[in-house]
């Protein structure tokens, strides 16, 4: 086995090609092995492998500083930079992570997870190097999806202007997590044709040296002209960054070559390669798109699994009805059609849906501009990625009182893509902006009442739900929901647990049938219920949360007592003041002490004993 000898990226300067070659081949199966156990991002980390190997082949990690834009595709990285032997743990608890990470390996050079910082990430360590006379290389691999976000093309704009030494490699596979989208891909695709001109000319000129040179002159003036015509078109060089490609990359023997020259060069310069995300999985190579993240699988059957009726199901189900009943409802998502449910909205429903690509900001801004022209936008978005369009929200939504309603899915702890994506912060970042509504339902038919609903009140809705599954209900159903009102669940005699969302289910279990606890789901965050908690200040109240405690629902709550003059004994659950790691969510929750042991140890304190079972 090659990748025995190999503790260190050092180790790829002694091996032959023919070593390196087989190496790709070990590597490969081992990401396979490992994802096939973990689940994890195998298409993206499959299509690297090479240009990776190439990378640490020509350049000297840590020194020379590699940077991995989202970070997801660094499998092969990892298991070349002294993690080898830690790779099974990938995105287990206490196991090394999924993404790139300052803290697990001074090879990792940035701490990543969401998409399109690795551009300014660079420029910065090009600044300082040169300002401290440092000499190291800097190369920013950025996936072709990952360039759709705004950060990366202003970063680009900067960076042609100050002409810092460094290497861009744009890892074109023509895929996001679906199809990739923008003008710059249909741009790549063009140039990748043009790759295959190329190779024709090359054989094209050979013939017709041989014929008549003459000819041959002429044809070849007329693509020098053609050519100047094409560079002017090509944006890089608007950029005043030098453009190299398209080129191979599975060709590992051809990107060392064109790795040394071009490392060689002053100012800044982009490599296009091309790739095959799944490279060398059939099964992922046919469908990069299930493929992009699996949960775990059988390596030597690998088949598709469905991980249940989730949340993003139920709103996708719920949208796609709706738009049948609202012709005015328009849904957005930033690159993640999948993720969100919309696969089924998005075939259904093509003239009012739109993929804007990796750039949050874009989308809520594009559904304000909607809104202002009569049309009912919903933006359906990841929690932890909203974080991204918080300006956005404020200024070009929440000022006007826009109506536009957003789909916050993985709201809450998400598990195994660790800090960088838990959805903790929206109760947050949503509650202090005027003008913005924020409900969590805690089932499917509570969520199809709040988004009818939500498309009526007008003003900026936030509705947000887990990841997680969910019971599905029957198409067609609209219930009404009295908006702004908590529902009482189950009465108590001392003290109300107010809940909502996934940690309902949670408050009902630590009840039990116990007469002296209540439950509250408290559905309605902004504006809270507060005739309803003037009533239940006369009892002892526990909010739990699946948040950040700190400015979350039970700050909420605590605000408004102090705002009604009402003092009762109040205990806020929430998750503690530091970034949580990866592991599965009930550990997570365990740790946070919101699940429901964690609410019986809080009653206890509340001097609400345990029941002693009978
Ligand atoms: C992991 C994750 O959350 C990924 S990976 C990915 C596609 C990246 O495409 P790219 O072409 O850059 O890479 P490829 O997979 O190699 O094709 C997206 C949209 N996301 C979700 C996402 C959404 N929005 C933001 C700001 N960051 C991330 N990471
Ligand atoms: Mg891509």
């Keep these: 086995m090659v990748l025995e000898k190999v503790n260190g990226p050092e180790d790829l300067k002694n091996l032959s090609l023919e070593e390196l070659l087989l190496l790709a081949e070990e590597i490969r199966s081992e990401i396979i092995r490992v994802t096939a156990q973990n689940g994890?991002?195998?298409?993206?980390?499959?299509?690297?492998?090479?240009?990776?190997?190439?990378?640490?082949?020509?350049?000297?990690?840590?020194?020379?500083?590699?940077?991995?834009?989202?970070?997801?595709?660094?499998?092969?990285?990892?298991?070349?930079?002294g993690r080898k032997d830690r790779f099974h743990t990938l995105r287990q608890e206490g196991g090394i992570s999924g993404f790139t990470k300052v803290s697990e390996s001074p090879h990792d050079a940035i701490t990543v997870g969401h998409a399109s910082t690795s551009l300014a990430n660079a420029l910065g360590m090009a600044l300082a190097r040169d300002l401290r006379g440092e000499d190291h290389h800097v190369v920013a691999v950025i996936g072709d999806g990952a360039l759709t976000g705004g950060m990366a093309l202003a970063a680009l704009n900067k960076i042609g202007e100050l002409q810092k030494r460094m290497l861009i490699i744009l890892n074109d596979n023509e895929m996001s997590i679906s199809e990739n989208v923008g003008a710059l891909n249909k741009y790549f695709k063009e140039l990748q044709i043009?790759?295959?001109?190329?190779?024709?000319?090359?054989?094209?000129?050979?013939?017709?040296?041989?014929?008549?040179?003459?000819?041959?002159?002429?044809?070849?003036?007329?693509?020098?002209?053609?050519?100047?015509?094409?560079h002017q078109e090509n944006p890089f060089y608007a950029w005043g960054i030098r453009y190299v490609g398209p080129v191979d990359g599975h060709d590992l023997k051809g990107l060392i070559h064109i790795l040394e020259h071009l490392k060689e060069l002053e100012g800044p310069t982009l490599l296009h390669v091309v790739t095959k995300k799944g490279k060398g999985y059939k099964v992922a190579e046919a469908d990069p798109i299930y493929w992009h993240g699996p949960p775990g699988f059988n390596p030597e059957k690998p088949e598709k699994v469905s991980k249940g009726y989730s949340w993003s199901q139920a709103f996708g189900d719920a949208v796609t009805e709706l738009a049948h009943l609202e012709p005015k409802l328009f849904?957005?998502?930033?690159?993640?059609?999948?993720?969100?449910?919309?696969?089924?909205?998005?075939?259904?429903?093509?003239?009012?849906?739109?993929?804007?690509?990796?750039?949050?900001?874009?989308?809520?801004?594009?559904?304000?501009?909607?809104?202002?022209?009569?049309?009912?936008?919903?933006?359906?978005?990841?929690?932890?990625?909203?974080?991204?369009?918080?300006?956005?929200?404020?200024?070009?939504?929440?000022?006007?009182?826009?109506?536009?309603?957003?789909?916050?899915?993985?709201?809450?702890?998400?598990?195994?893509?660790?800090?960088?994506?838990?959805?903790?912060?929206?109760?947050?970042?949503?509650?202090?902006?005027?003008?913005?509504?924020?409900?969590?339902?805690?089932?499917?038919?509570?969520?199809?009442?709040?988004?009818?609903?939500?498309?009526?009140?007008?003003?900026?809705?936030?509705?947000?739900?887990?990841?997680d599954n969910v019971e599905r209900v029957e198409e067609g159903l609209w219930p009404e929901i009295a908006w702004g009102t908590w529902e009482v669940l189950k009465e108590g005699t001392e003290v109300?647990?107010?809940?909502?969302?996934?940690t309902l289910r949670y408050a009902l279990e630590a009840a039990?049938?116990?007469?002296?606890?209540?439950v509250v789901n408290a559905r309605f965050l902004k504006p809270l219920d507060r005739e309803m908690l003037r009533k239940l200040s006369h009892y002892k109240l526990l909010t739990v949360e699946d948040h950040q405690k700190m400015g979350g629902f039970g700050s909420a709550v605590l605000e408004a007592l102090n705002e009604m003059g009402l003092r009762p004994e109040v205990r806020v659950l929430g998750l503690p003041d530091r970034f949580l790691e990866h592991g599965p969510i009930p550990s997570l929750h365990r740790q946070a002490g919101i699940d429901p042991e964690g609410i019986r140890k809080a009653l206890e304190e509340m001097g609400v004993e345990r029941v002693r079972e009978r």
């Design 496 to 502: 109300y647990i107010l809940a909502f969302g996934k």
């Design 331 to 467: 849904v957005i998502t930033p690159a993640m059609r999948e993720g969100s449910g919309l696969v089924r909205y998005s075939i259904e429903h093509p003239e009012r849906y739109l993929d804007v690509g990796i750039c949050e900001d874009v989308a809520v801004t594009t559904a304000a501009g909607l809104a202002l022209k009569g049309m009912k936008p919903i933006v359906a978005i990841y929690s932890t990625f909203l974080q991204r369009a918080y300006d956005q929200a404020i200024h070009d939504v929440a000022i006007e009182n826009l109506p536009v309603v957003f789909a916050i899915d993985r709201a809450g702890v998400v598990g195994a893509d660790g800090p960088t994506h838990h959805g903790v912060f929206d109760i947050a970042y949503l509650r202090t902006i005027p003008n913005f509504q924020i409900a969590a339902p805690k089932d499917a038919l509570e969520l199809r009442a709040m988004l009818k609903k939500a498309l009526e009140v007008g003003g900026p809705v936030a509705i947000r739900y887990p990841r």
């Design 40 to 81: 994890g991002h195998l298409a993206s980390s499959l299509g690297v492998v090479e240009l990776i190997l190439a990378l640490h082949r020509v350049f000297q990690s840590p020194k020379d500083k590699i940077l991995f834009d989202v970070g997801h595709q660094a499998y092969a990285h990892k298991l070349v930079t």
């Design 194 to 230: 043009r790759k295959w001109v190329q190779d024709a000319e090359k054989l094209g000129r050979n013939i017709l040296e041989r014929i008549s040179p003459q000819l041959f002159g002429l044809v070849d003036r007329a693509k020098e002209a053609a050519k100047l015509l094409l």
């Design 512 to 518: 039990g049938d116990d007469p002296r606890v209540g």
